[in-house]
């Protein structure tokens, strides 16, 4: 594991446009080497690779905490409409109201949050039936999509850009994006880690929680929101990535117990690496273009959730 | 549903009724309104040159496309919630659509990239007549791989749906990155078209268009009674001796050709072939013929509606038909899931 964290990263701070041998690195991280390649390195290949660990980072343990405090297999940010309610509060700032870019993790998460609860409340029906969360989540991202595809018809030249947003992608992210995802990834993704004790609980029987003195569904609603914060955060700057909330839990499951303590720090973990080489692999066509970071998260996680449902099936068959 | 029944035979009589209201409206409002007595004049053949021309050349043709177009997916989401046993199938949600999209993008970008001056232009009549074929091959191969993904013979409502949403956002993705990398220059069409959109839509359109509907309505003539057993669980159809399989093959074949045409034509209009269907169980529950039938006359009063509020709403603008259906198409479909037990 370790061994292909080290090769992604140093990976991806080698590939692109402008190549660099590991022999490159070692004379950087050295202050050595040519301005160029030192800018290319600071400027670019380092912030880029950073952020991808990060929103990788936060989607998956996004998923991870709402799958499990929802006990749903299906919730993930992307399913249950968090992803498009952000995106969508985003398109609806910058082409309406044109307001400072700093407002839009905010516009996010207030979004993020909206849709979410509203998935839920609809799919309510004396309990959750993970189907009914998915079907309502499908559902209101749709309504989503359509009002952002409305507003991406009037916005005219802006639609291009705003398109290749909506495909998700961190190409030509700096230090500046860095920091506003870590702003808004960090402290939630950190106290996700610290109050991990509780989330374990709220893993068990709600009667059980209940037995242990803790106010269950208190603590659920504050792992959602923490939930909605990094996956708001995380899009905001990258774009409706998908997948890497849904399928990152999955692999985590087969790894490594949900009980155990390891195991949203884990998720963590593999959603940053998976989507460092996602990255990797959007930077590597020749191509003037990148191909958008969401296009290679759908055709990794896409075929990989399907295996895991057929083995599933299998499985119950 | 706790809904009352309506009889059948008041649906039969107010739906025309509705759409021929319907029609009438689409025709007088616009950019630029005429009054009724100039739609009927245009339509007779004594109105004045402007009013002919707007009515027969720019309005007639696209009101009558948004019947067809919403009597396409109607039928098709109607079919494929009974073949599925399930209330949630719809051509968007089984992939279909998304199937269908990409491959007439594939086409429309294949065909952007052969040299000017070849006859396969990108506007013309050529790849328009093409485009049904492409579609039509990518919603089969959509439909196809989301009933195999889900374990064909053993598959539940649910992994069939959850198969079909996965397998339409990864193939929504995979159109999107077609798209980037197409380059930016002509995204905003297509983006208008996968919003579903009847924007500028004429005669060749509907001719297009129209002999994929006669199939349809053949093949859901064909298929009646067949849907209707199937409705029954497999233990029951398989005693009374229908080939189960073949049925089913052909059921979601008719389905997915009513959709993939519409889509070739109007874009991945969502939502009516799920709405629809839920209603017209409501006005009429148990009875699949007039199901079929009401939802195909629903399905077209839904689109000509959505179609004329997406006109006349935000002047001098546009919205797509799909953005409106998806508006008024999503709170119903929640509603419909808050109602279900």
Same mark, same amino acid.
């Given at each position: 594991m370790a061994a292909i964290s080290i090769i992604a990263v140093v990976l991806s701070l080698m590939m692109g446009a402008q190549a660099f041998t590991p022999i490159d690195l070692w004379r950087l991280s050295q202050g050595e080497g040519e301005l160029l390649q030192w800018i290319l390195f600071w400027e670019l290949r380092l912030p880029r690779t950073l952020l991808a660990l990060l929103v990788g980072a936060s989607l998956a343990t996004a998923g991870g905490l709402m799958q499990g405090v929802t006990r !749903?297999?299906? +919730?993930?940010p992307d399913l249950t409409g968090v992803v498009a309610g952000a995106a969508c509060m985003v398109v609806i700032l910058s082409t309406?109201?044109?307001?400072?870019? +700093?407002?839009y993790p905010l516009a996010g998460v207030a979004g993020g949050a909206f849709v979410g609860v509203l998935t839920f409340v609809i799919a309510w029906k004396n309990g959750l039936m993970p189907v009914r969360v998915v079907l309502a989540g499908v559902a209101m991202s749709s309504m989503c999509v359509a009002v952002m595809t409305g507003l991406l018809v009037f916005s005219g030249a802006e639609a291009g850009e705003l398109f290749f947003w909506l495909a998700g992608g961190i190409s030509g992210r700096g230090w500046a994006q860095l920091a506003q995802v870590i702003i808004w990834t960090g402290p939630p993704l950190l106290l996700a880690m610290l109050l991990v004790r509780w989330f374990r609980v709220l893993l068990l029987d709600d009667a059980v929680g209940r037995s242990l003195g803790i106010s269950v569904s208190r603590w659920r609603l504050m792992f959602m929101l923490l939930a909605v914060v990094m996956t708001a955060g995380a899009v905001t700057v990258?774009?409706?990535?998908?997948f890497i909330g849904l399928v990152v839990p999955h692999i985590t499951r087969q790894l490594l117990s949900?009980?155990?303590?390891?195991w949203l720090p884990l998720n963590a973990v593999l959603g940053g690496l998976l989507l460092l080489w996602a990255d990797l692999m959007a930077r590597?066509?020749?191509?003037a273009q990148e191909v958008p970071l969401g296009v290679v998260t759908a055709l990794l996680g896409g075929p990989w959730l399907l295996l895991l449902m057929h083995k599933n099936i299998r499985r119950a068959g | 549903m706790n809904k009352v029944g309506v009889t059948p035979a008041v649906c039969w009589m107010l739906l025309p009724l509705a759409i021929v209201l319907g029609l009438l409206l689409s025709l007088s409002f616009g950019a630029s309104s005429l009054s009724i007595e100039q739609v009927f004049g245009a339509l007779i053949g004594n109105g004045n040159e402007h009013g002919e021309r707007v009515v027969w050349e720019l309005r007639l043709p696209r009101a009558v496309l948004a019947t067809v177009v919403g009597l396409h997916f109607a039928l098709s989401g109607c079919m494929l919630q009974a073949l599925s046993r !399930?209330?949630?199938?719809d051509p968007g949600v089984l992939g279909i659509s998304a199937g269908a999209s990409l491959l007439a993008v594939m086409l429309v970008v294949g065909a952007s990239m052969?040299? /000017?001056?070849?006859? =396969? !232009?990108?506007?013309?009549d050529q790849l328009l007549a093409w485009l049904p074929w492409g579609a039509l091959a990518g919603g089969i191969l959509a439909a196809l791989g989301v009933y195999l993904l889900s374990g064909?013979?053993?598959?539940?409502p649910l992994k069939l749906i959850v198969t079909g949403v996965v397998c339409a956002a990864v193939l929504n993705a995979i159109m999107t990155g077609v798209l980037a990398l197409w380059g930016q220059a002509h995204t905003e069409t297509l983006v208008a078209w996968l919003a579903g959109s009847l924007h500028g839509r004429d005669w060749h359109h509907l001719w297009v268009i129209l002999p994929w509907t006669l199939v349809g309505l053949i093949g859901v003539v064909i298929t009646l009674r067949p849907l209707g057993l199937l409705r029954l669980n497999d233990e029951q159809v398989l005693s009374l001796g229908l080939d189960l399989g073949r049925w089913r093959l052909l059921v979601l074949l008719v389905a997915t050709l009513l959709a993939a045409s519409a889509v070739a034509v +109007?874009?991945? /209009?969502? =939502?009516v072939g799920l709405v629809v269907p839920h209603i017209a169980r409501g006005l009429v529950p148990g009875n699949l013929p007039h199901q079929l039938g009401i939802s195909a006359l629903l399905g077209a009063l839904l689109v000509l509606v959505a179609d004329l509020a997406g006109r006349t709403l935000v002047v001098p603008f546009e919205l797509p038909v799909g953005v409106l259906c998806a508006l008024i198409g999503v709170p119903a479909f929640l509603y419909l899931l808050k109602q279900q037990p």
């Open positions: !749903n297999p299906l +919730a993930a309406l109201a044109s307001v400072d870019a +700093a407002w990258a774009g409706p990535v998908g949900e009980q155990s303590v390891a590597l066509p020749a191509t | !399930n209330p949630l199938a052969l040299p /000017i001056g070849t006859s =396969f !232009n990108l506007q013309g064909s013979a053993r598959l539940t +109007a874009g991945p /209009i969502g =939502f």
